[in-house]
């Protein structure tokens, strides 16, 4: 026994040399002198150049990390800018022995200095699309259906900035995030969000929690509790939504204050300018309190309805099925 013993010792003291051994080569490498491969393959991919100004940054252990700062990602050739895509810094943190039993646990995500361009031609062309049609039409899916959703605990984005144009269509928008933080203990622990920016110098928030990320990908119904604040309202949402067999549905208590419709409407004219300059017969505060339910894409309803407009005051509840040839409307108010 005593020389079993020893054998075994002999083997365990080998494999932790192995593994130290082989994180100490993995340690010496210079990932930098691949940077050159990745750029190629992804200008293989999407015939775009990327660039990796900084240096990539892997740290080797139980839980290995990764950074990078600096990576550009070109603009399509009749773009309006040289960069599609900017980032300033990328980080990521991930654990190694969950990777044996195949579950993907990412400790945390960071992304910082963020620039999106993302823009179509007079022609409909956008710049987010790579390669022929026939190429993406064709491109072969993954098939694995039954792969294990990724649990990432924690979510930072700081400081992204999306512009959006349509040359077409004459539109352009602009979304600047200040902060996106997400967090979730596994992958069925309630997503808790906080969202901070502004659309078109309008300041925005939402705050909350939702389903898990099982229940969010599983196609069914999960939780919701957000807080939203936007063009001078603040929106409550408590309930549940999501897909119930395949169809959308929602069970939420909605509850919506704002000081002043005109104020609203201004601030909304910032991102439809239709509105710039509309005159209200009727203004003040307005409040909006319901039980809204979804019952698939055309059955929604309205009930125990408190709304105020000003001076005018109205309880009551709305249906409405508008999937047949004739809509079906039941409306109930008093004042």
Known sequence: MSKAVKILSIIGVLVVALVVAGIAIIKSIDFNQYKGEISAQAKAATGRDLTIAGDLDLSISLTPSIAVDGVTFANAEWG???????????????????????????????????????????????????????????????????????????VRLKDVNITYKDAQAGQEYALNLDTIDLKSDSASSPLELMVKGAINGQGFSVGGQVGSIEALAGGGTFPVKLDIDALKVNIGLDGTAGLAN??????????????????TINAAAAIE???????????????????MKLDGPTKISLGGLDASL??????????????????????????
């Open 310 to 335: 000003g001076p005018i005051a109205v309880t009551g509840h709305v249906n409405a099925d508008l999937g047949g040839k004739r809509p079906a409307v039941d409306v109930a108010l008093k004042t």
């Open 80 to 154: 309006t800018g040289p960069n599609m895509v900017s980032i300033k810094r990328f980080a990521a943190e991930m654990e190694l022995m969950p990777l044996l039993s195949g579950q993907i646990n990412i400790n945390q995500v960071i992304l910082e200095g963020v620039d999106l361009l993302a823009e179509k031609d007079q022609a409909g062309h956008a710049n987010w699309e790579f390669g022929s049609r026939t190429d993406r039409q064709e491109a072969p899916s993954s098939g694995d259906g039954d792969m294990a959703l990724p649990v990432v605990k924690s």
């Open 273 to 291: 300018p239709s509105l710039k300059g509309m005159e209200l017969p009727i203004g003040g505060a307005f409040k909006i309190g319901s039980q």
């Open 246 to 263: 395949g169809q959308p549905a929602a069970d939420i208590k909605l509850a919506v204050n704002g000081a002043s419709l005109a104020d």
